[in-house]
């Protein structure tokens, strides 16, 4: 087997020195009724390279890709091009082998990549610090409405109506257990997000308001009334960013007073992946830090004065609080964190702005030619590289029967929301970099065709 | 061998770079670079992509277009690539050599699983793609859940959570939903104080007490505390096994029995299944739940912290009480069970844990994984690694203390002591000491129940030649802290840096970067 190096007489010699006279006496612990008898049911025998590889192959040529055709699909995870260096950079071995850097001085390379990620994030939500990452979007937000929970000693969360589906599902899971109290919300075919509504249900119990920019609708509103409302309250605002590649164009939810931003940073440097592993973006204000869940990495020096990083404020984390630790979170997507801070460094400020600015211009154009399609009706005409069109009929068939002719159309709201009959005829368009006229007219000339 | 390879002895000194030589103007030194931060190497201005302009119709931002500088520096792509490679240098990793942390399971990470999941059939499809267009993708969720199951014993698999302590999550959530299903409120979950701190961090993160349980001193469960302790307000009993200590719990099945006499669950860690896969299947042992790192067994890489995997494999009792989504085999394919198609028969999940469908570039991976090692080849992984942490531990016992040697031999990993090092030296010094040998320390001061523990697992895929220059190596350290050698306490003298002050780090925290004048008016 190519990946075991003990060679039978290694073996032998290894077993004489332990005092074993077979392999069998160092399981003398394992009771016999758990031992197996055999080998595992059905698995064959090892295969090689080759073997896996065409196997491995097979199954992926089942799969009709992002790459295939025009392709629009959205809604928290999206298409955006990944440079070939991220993915280069990302197989170091020194990178991808690693571990955790809890040796710091011969971890450096990943501890100065995290502090340097930390502060890209912080920077593009306009908070002052954060974290080393977390498993997704979806798991970062529920752990914002617990941090909520700790800094305000309440347990009520309004979550707005544009809050992505699972991640309210997520929350409504974990909120059975924990006993905070969510008031949650269906979204409207409307031209502005729930922001009004949610300003309404503040009270002095409410612990904090989770809102998304842009929302799964794709809709962007100021949040700077809605901060100022859970202040008068003290309550805290959480904003959730699905899509980053946003703040290159619009006003980061920080600026606008959000207290706790947290979001899926997928788009970029990560890739589709059909849903993981993804990247979880944590930030809030300085004064929480010490209720942030998850790594921290910090600057400090070495006994010679030399610059350094080392994880730090794990006083809050499970390894030593245990118990009475922020979260329970151990392993977090460095990996991803690390392909973030790759492609955002390629970016850079000025190539983040371009980059935003083609997502939104290509957005633009296509939602002027499908609003020209007859059927086909615009929700809204505040957004970033999403938009939500109203169908003269139900989006799903529609999108199913583009997807035969080789468009992935969008995401239906019937997918994402099918207890809402309402919502049904409701299809969310993503636009990114990747889109081209081509794909715009395909995409065009089949929703004619469907809703004909 | 008291002596390394190039000749340096501590007594020698050091002349504060390391090498003995002159300062340098940069304060590199030869290989060993330094590197600045990206802020102070690149420029707002500065971009390693060409970004095609797209003409735009009138702007549709509703007016909240972000004006203000973001402060985000760019690098051209050569700056880029050097700015990482050179960072990259300062990493250790398995890559370059023994990495034996306990409990970690740092292995080799085959080649081939990065070229599978970099196959665009799975790397480039939409989670919310129609289901139709993704049978590949479901058809490997529903492989991997297949081998999982059968290597396990179990009656089901959660493939959704993100992390060991995700699927720990996972595990203790099915469990109370279960327990409340029956109309019980069982309110403790109890935990051996040498478990990982995840397990008791996982327990109250879902609304539970956490109780200890004491350890024999032979390092296991003591099972007559356990059952005094049993009751009606015990939820669950939360076991690692192989535990922590290295050690198989022999009386798991005893432990299971009692648990379930008292009308309790049991919650297997499974992080340690990497040392028992094709020889025991823990469906045989009476665990209802237990997590699987798919990033230690199944070798999928660590990262430098993640991303990891953590399926939950379920007994007959929790199978309907499984977290959405999951996948099934139908007449004309493989479905997605999600909210929407749930239905009566799956009415009893207890909801949506993560967005989407789980960590497929892992799946991937570790389906790889499985396939290339096939039955003969998991069994071998097992064997090997017993083997080698057995070795590990006969081959030191004589120079390190090791407290559990007498009770016989150990699974997967080794554990030692500093009892006996001289008075005023610690694990820390010779985990410190190590580095300089040219390896990654081994877990220090876990678990809690070995004073000064030093827990070392070298994993299958270290060859002899290396585990004896290893063993050389942490003789040749320990017989220094036994000997008092003071030079241990600057150790490491080699590395891109020496002890670094965490003190200062968290009294202080600098967690982003500030420009020097914005941080001199921070003070």
Not at chain 1, 31 to 49: F, K, N, Q
Not at chain 1, 301 to 316: A, H
Not at chain 2, 1 to 10: F, V
Not at chain 2, 400 to 411: E, I, T, V, Y
Request: hydrophobic content about 40%; proline content about 5%.
């Amino acid at each position: 087997m190519r990946y075991l190096p003990l060679t039978p007489s290694d073996r032998q010699a290894m077993l004489a020195k332990v005092g074993a006279k077979t392999i069998d006496d160092l399981f003398a612990d394992v009771p016999e009724a758990a031992r197996l008898d055999g080998p595992i049911r059905d698995l064959p025998p090892h295969a090689s390279e080759m073997a896996v590889e065409r196997h491995m192959s097979r199954l992926a040529a089942k799969n009709q890709t992002a790459g295939d055709g025009p392709f629009f699909l959205g809604c928290g995870a999206y298409k955006h091009h990944v440079p070939a260096t991220v993915d280069h950079i990302i197989q170091r071995g020194e990178f991808l082998t690693a571990y955790t850097p809890y040796q710091p001085e011969i971890a450096q390379g990943t501890l100065q990549m995290l502090f340097e990620f930390q502060t890209q994030v912080a920077r593009l939500f306009g908070v002052d610090v954060a974290n080393a990452s977390m498993y997704d979007g979806s798991t970062a937000c529920w752990e914002a409405i617990t941090m909520a929970r700790r800094v305000t000693k309440r347990a009520k969360a309004i979550l707005s109506g544009g809050l992505h589906p699972h991640y309210v599902s997520v929350a409504n899971t974990m909120a059975k257990f924990t006993g905070d109290h969510l008031v949650t919300a269906t979204p409207t075919l409307t031209a502005e997000p729930d922001t009004a509504d949610l300003i309404g249900q503040i009270d002095d119990d409410t612990s904090c308001v989770v809102v998304q920019y842009p929302d799964i609708l794709g809709r962007i509103g100021d949040l700077s009334d809605l901060a100022d409302a859970c202040h008068a309250k003290k309550a805290l605002l959480i904003a959730v960013v699905t899509e980053p590649v946003a703040l290159g164009a619009i006003k980061s939810p920080g600026e606008m007073g959000a207290d706790i931003v947290v979001g899926e940073g997928q788009s970029i440097g990560v890739g589709l992946q059909f849903g993981g592993p993804y990247l979880g973006l944590f930030g809030c204000s300085q004064k929480l830090v010490r209720q942030m869940p998850g790594r921290l990495c910090g600057e400090t020096t070495d006994s010679e004065g030399k610059r350094g990083f080392v994880l730090t404020l794990s006083t809050r984390e499970q390894h030593i609080r245990r118990e009475k630790a922020t979260s329970n979170i151990c392993t977090n997507s460095g990996l991803c964190a690390l392909a973030f801070s790759i492609h955002m460094t390629l970016l850079g400020e000025a190539g983040l702005r371009k980059l935003a600015a083609a997502n939104h211009a290509r957005a633009c154009q296509a939602a002027e030619r499908l609003s020209k399609v007859p059927g086909v009706e615009l929700v809204s005409d505040a957004f970033f590289n999403e938009f939500t069109v109203k169908l003269s009929q139900e989006a799903r068939p529609v999108v199913r029967a583009l997807a035969d002719r080789g468009v992935l159309a969008g995401v239906s709201l019937g997918r994402l929301f099918p207890e809402a009959a309402e919502l049904a005829n409701g299809l969310v368009v993503a636009v990114t970099e990747t889109v081209t006229d081509e794909d715009i007219e395909a995409l065009a000339t089949g929703l004619q065709e469907a809703l004909a | 061998m008291s002596i390394n390879q190039s000749g340096w002895r501590p007594e020698m000194g050091n002349s504060g770079n390391g090498c003995g030589g002159p300062a340098t103007y940069t304060g590199n030194r030869a290989l060993m670079l330094e590197e600045p931060l990206l802020f102070e190497i690149g420029k707002l201005s500065n971009t390693g992509l060409d970004i095609e302009e797209v003409k735009a119709p009138a702007s549709r931002l509703g007016g909240l277009e972000r004006k203000a500088d973001i402060g985000l520096p760019g690098l051209s792509e050569p700056e880029t690539v050097r700015h990482y490679t050179r960072l990259s240098r300062q990493n250790y990793a398995i890559d370059l050599g023994l990495f034996p942390l306990g409990s970690c399971t740092m292995k080799h990470n085959p080649r081939l699983n990065e070229r599978v999941a970099r196959m665009p059939g799975f790397a480039d499809i939409h989670p919310l793609q129609p289901v139709d267009t993704v049978q590949g993708a479901l058809e490997v969720i529903h492989q991997l859940a297949h081998w999982l199951v059968t290597l396990t014993g179990m009656h089901s698999v959660a493939m959704s959570p993100k992390a060991g302590a995700h699927g720990e999550l996972c595990g203790i959530l099915a469990i109370r939903a279960a327990l409340e299903a029956r109309g019980d409120t069982r309110s403790v979950i109890l935990v051996p104080e040498s478990a990982h701190g995840t397990n008791p961090a996982t327990a109250a993160f879902a609304g539970y007490k956490v109780e200890n349980i004491p350890a024999t001193k032979d390092g296991r469960v003591d099972l007559a505390a356990l059952q005094e302790r049993l009751g009606p307000d015990v939820a669950a009993v939360m076991i690692t096994n192989p535990n922590t200590c290295g050690l198989f719990e022999r009386d798991m099945k005893a432990i299971s029995d009692a648990v379930h006499a008292a009308g309790a669950l049991v919650y297997c860690d499974g992080a340690n299944f990497n040392a028992i896969v094709g020889r025991v299947r823990p469906g045989d042992l009476g665990v209802d739940a237990m997590h699987i790192n798919l990033h230690k067994t199944f070798s999928t890489p660590h990262g430098g912290g993640g991303p990891g995997s953590g399926p939950v494999v379920f007994s007959e009792a929790l199978t309907s009480f499984a977290p959405l989504p999951f996948v099934e085999k139908t007449a004309d394919g493989f479905a997605l069970v999600e909210e929407e198609t749930a239905g009566e028969h799956h009415a009893r999940s207890f909801g949506r844990m993560v967005a989407f469908h789980g960590q497929m570039g892992m799946f991937t991976r570790a389906l790889a994984y499985i396939l290339s090692h096939g039955a003969d080849g998991l069994k071998q992984v097992a064997e090997d690694a017993v083997l080698n942490a057995n070795y590990i531990l006969r081959s030191l016992e004589d120079v390190l203390d090791a407290p559990f040697a007498a009770s016989g031999p150990c699974m997967h990993e080794a554990i030692f002591s500093d009892a006996g090092l001289a008075e005023g030296f610690t694990t820390l010094d010779i985990a410190k000491a190590l580095i300089d040998e040219g390896y990654h320390p081994m877990t220090m001061y876990f678990p809690l129940v070995v004073h000064g523990a030093m827990l070392v697992e070298p994993t299958e895929t270290e060859s002899k030649d290396t585990l004896d220059q290893f063993i050389g190596a942490l003789r040749s350290v320990a017989e220094r802290a036994k000997a008092g050698d003071e030079a241990l306490k600057g150790a490491p003298y080699y590395a891109p840096r020496r002890r670094l002050d965490e003190t200062q780090a968290a009294r202080k925290p600098v967690l982003v970067w500030n420009e020097p004048q914005q941080a001199e008016a921070a003070e």
